[in-house]
């Protein structure tokens, strides 16, 4: 097998890229190749061109999944999806779960000491300040928790703010990371001051230690590692595994949540501890691995580039990255073992006391981090695959060093065949100019935002979609508002589709035909071009436009139906219409149909509303027998539990509707009451009749975008209110003041002798006014008049 580097297309690659079953060929497609920084073509190892394997690395379980992580596994299953359905390529998708948990200690620590005690805050006390030296250098670690607010508020002043630490240009990850810190710490002190004062004696008991837990215990955690790790029993795999099962099973429920497809395979790394270990054994064989006096085996980069590999060739500018590579090897690059070069990465640890491990020819050791994934992959997919994926931070080390260590695992001296063909990276979901991560604890998790409405898995995934899968996002109030109206527009699209006036043109007017063809090239075009999202969602867009822009009346209806089923395999193909296919035979999406137990009620009430609106607004007027036909129109007897608000607001609307039959302003009332039942009645139910013009009113669910008008409304009329009672309040005050006569106003004892209008000639010393002080009196005399002759003029109504 060749690697893909050039832009050529074997017949392979044009046989896969040429089924396309929305109609047409398509062009050749080409993918965003991490390994060619390019578009490359896609031609698989496939001799048929029909096979695709694909392994993506999956999360670590040991928290809730994050928002971070729908960006990746939503993104990647926005391609899968793309290659399945679109391009009709038989996809093996493989995913890893590493399932090690670090917990053990902390959660036996809390069985142990189910209350505060002085010995639980005595340890909590050790652990903040060990926390505080490691993580929190400008701090003391001895400082007491009560005045941490205090001094880390000056010792951390300018980041902060937002500025970013000494020798950094900008504020980003770096100081992300030390806000967690901070945060982290925060939380530990607030939990041992209140604990130190006695806050754990007012309440329940119980309550407040499952508060205290959860806020030291990301201090706990690695203090008790150091003090008792070496305690635990390294070959109980079950005690590593315990948490992980559960948040590996939240994980999946959360990507299903999202309509993330379940992979084809999944794998574990404690149930691939052997085959790693014999996968480090044969790189040591071929020599491009060697073993330290700790037991420890690390990878040997000059010799695999002596013989003739290249090494890091994702992220060449990244090499000599001490940070990233420090990171990459977590605990051990603070070993002191000799390495024969500086960049060469572990493929075994030997294990410290308390970590799990397996059997080795170099004792007990657990595998390091890059290794894990090369032989989980290999022993699924075998020698080479076609594409292997991930978030953008991955590439170096993690997928550097696994492309390195798996083509030496591989290593044939006859030939050099490239191990992954094709490297697809996912951008990161960025808030305030940091990406999301659970490392830097500046994350939302999926079920809150799900559980909050925050989000919906269709408003996300629109999100993702339209900021294409290898570029950064970052959310913003714009695009989120972009997504939304993507969202309403094509929801409208389809509510409109539902109505059966909607395919009874006369079908004069064949140009929407044309337009639907021209999109489908488009959308074409784009996804053949490295699964441009971006594109087809504008292309769909302007899709819709132009129908919306047409003459109904005159439009053919095969091509009305035939517009609006390629709207919806698009949509299905991407993900946003549940378990729905892109072969489906029903068009539109779920969630813009009103509840199957409200229709038997929703329809009638609509029906009556229509035909005594439409008399009320016209020339003639509502007739008493106009309403009285119309209101013989009900619902069902029988009224279902979930039915019954539903069926309350068509008997009230029938009722008030009635009671008008003898009112002389009856026009007036009908339609105060059809405003009434569509803007408030059905809205708080999460119903809306949209009326239109010469139709009956759309019996649809309000959408977001409603809710948003209707609070900003309702907004701009509180504020109306208040500004009108700010206005009359300051009008009464100002009529207050004219209670006091103007001719009692002066008489003080600031003067001594006034005139008959009662203004002062003389001060209290006997002296008297001056003119240019006579002046202003008169002045302010005058405006008391007419203010008390105001106040007199309301007191008389």
Known sequence: MRRVIVDDVSPAAALAAASDPFGGSSPPLKVWNSLTKSKTPFIPIDPAGKKVTWYACGPTVYDDAHLGHARNYVSTDII??????YFKFDVNFVMNITDVDDKHLFNEFVGINPTITPEVIDTAKKAYSAYLKKNLGELDPALPPAQYKAEVEKAYATVLSGGALPGNEKAGDDEAKVKMHIKTASSAAEALKDAETGASKAGDAATFAEAFYTNVQDVILPYLDALKGASIDADDYGIFTKLTKKYED?????MRDLNVLDPDALTRVTEYGAE??????RIVKNKFGYVTDDGSVYFDINAFENAGHSYARLAPWSRSDNKLAAEGEGSLASKTTVKRGASDFALWKSSKPGEPSWASSWGKGRPGWHIECSAMASARLGQQMDIHSGGIDLAFPHHDNELAQSEAYWHDPCKHEQWVNYFLHMGHLSIAGSKMSKSLKNFTTIREALDRKDWTPRSLRIVFLLGGWKEGIEITDELVSTGTSWEDKVSN?????????????????TSLAADLEAAKSAVDNHLCDSFNTVGVMQSISELITKYNSADKATLNPK???????FVTSIVNLFGLNGNATVDSTE????????PEEAKPFLFPLSTIRDTVRQA????EGISSSQIAEAVKLEGPQDVSEAAKPYAEVLTNFRTKISSLQSSESAGKEVLALCDRVRDIDLFDLGIYLEDRDNLPALVRPVTREMIQAREEKEARARQKQLEKQKREQEALKQLEKGKLSHLEMFRTNEYSAWDDEGLPTHDAAGEEITKSRAKKLRKDWERQKKAHEAWTTAQAK
């Open 616 to 619: 009320a607004r016209s020339k």
């Open 493 to 509: 699209f389809f509510l409109k589709m539902k109505d059966p006036a909607a395919m009874q043109g006369s079908g004069s007017d």
């Open 276 to 281: 790693i270990a014999d996968f480090v054994e």
């Open 250 to 254: 939240r994980f999946l429920n959360d």
């Open 587 to 594: 068009i539109g999406w779920s969630g813009i149909d009103v």
């Open 559 to 565: 091509d009305v139906e035939a517009t609006a089923r």
């Open 80 to 85: 899968r999806r793309i290659m399945r359905d």
